[in-house]
């Protein structure tokens, strides 16, 4: 089952009761309002039904029962900043019943191992990128398609750096010099809310496979909480590049992340992608992915499962 997206961007009081999302506006319940209007106004959600929470707003209060029940559901909590970015994520510790079991396979991968699956990422997230230039632009990717089939175990030769300088070069054509470097530059405002999503759907799909996302099979910043949940999600990137641009296409280039363009980036998880020759939504694809990364790590597949965009 799809799980729902939510995003609360206006003060709220959030708690639990009966295993429901229980939201109460505080402007509602201070008011002088009749009894009855105001538990009207109450509005409440099956917790098993979400996937992720978005909090944008610092007059949101939760309550420690609601958080608890949210983490046993492994839904991931993504908590916004002053600038309306998100800067932090909570996902639970354990979900997998064979836990220890699954980490033994994790931290006992070879380092030979490691370094063919970051290969398998890296060539599959340079098709993507080709796939978004070719499709968007019509632009010449030859020598991407001829990159990613030369990179190597572990990219010795950063085919993965090669291809971006040329995938940004051309991503964003109308603005000379663009650079992933200035984080409140339009539109890396847009890519890294729309990376954010990503991060926590790959996130929550990793603890759900039992492995540890600290433990990454390329990333490894001593001070990086999610190195694995980077690794994985980067053939996932260009999903949001493409969202991003359509965003653009629409809208023109503008200094101010919209309501609506939060509202575009959040429908990601339903975003259909091509996984296994099958089309699903790419919260489910992502689950594919941490599966058979697994199995790899298990040594009942080779091959890490990715989508094809």
């Known amino acids: 089952m799809i799980k729902r997206t939510l995003y609360f961007g206006n003060p709220a009081y959030l708690s639990l009761k009966n295993s429901q999302l229980v939201l109460r506006l505080p402007e509602v319940e201070k008011s002088d309002l009749p009894e009855k209007f105001k538990q009207d106004a109450v509005r409440t959600m099956p917790i098993e039904d979400l996937g992720i929470v978005v909090i944008d707003n610092k007059q949101i ?33 354990y979900k997998n019943t064979t836990l220890t079991e699954r980490w033994h396979y994790q931290m006992e991968a070879s380092l030979p191992l490691k370094k063919q699956l970051w290969q398998q990422t890296i060539q599959q997230k340079i098709l993507n990128q080709a796939a978004v230039l070719k499709k968007e632009y019509n632009c010449v990717v030859k020598n991407m398609l001829i990159w990613s ?72 910043n001593k001070y990086n909480p ?35 363009h939060k509202k575009d980036l959040l429908s990601i998880p339903v975003i259909d992608v091509i996984i296994e020759n099958k089309k699903r939504p790419l919260e489910v694809a992502v689950s594919t992915t941490t599966a058979s990364l697994f199995k790899c790590f298990s040594g009942e597949l080779r091959k890490i499962s990715y989508p094809q965009l």
Not at 160 to 183: L, V
């Open 149 to 220: 089939n030369e990179v190597r175990s572990g990219d010795p030769d950063n085919f993965e750096g090669r291809a971006a300088a040329y995938y940004w070069k051309n991503t964003f054509p109308d603005i000379d010099n663009f650079t992933r470097d200035d984080d409140d530059f339009f539109p890396n405002s847009l890519l890294n809310y729309g990376y954010a999503i990503l991060r926590a759907i790959v996130a929550r799909a990793l603890v759900s496979s039992g492995l540890v996302v600290q433990l990454g099979i390329h990333h490894h």
């Open 226 to 260: 999610y190195c694995l949940a980077d690794d994985i999600m980067e053939p996932y990137r260009p999903y949001v590049d493409e969202v991003v641009i359509e965003i653009i296409k629409r809208d023109g280039y503008s200094e101010e992340l919209t309501t609506q």
């Open 61 to 93: 209060t939760l309550t420690n029962g609601l958080i608890e029940k949210l983490l046993e559901n492994n839904v991931a909590i993504i908590f916004c900043g002053s600038n309306h970015l998100p800067i932090g994520l909570s996902l639970p510790l």
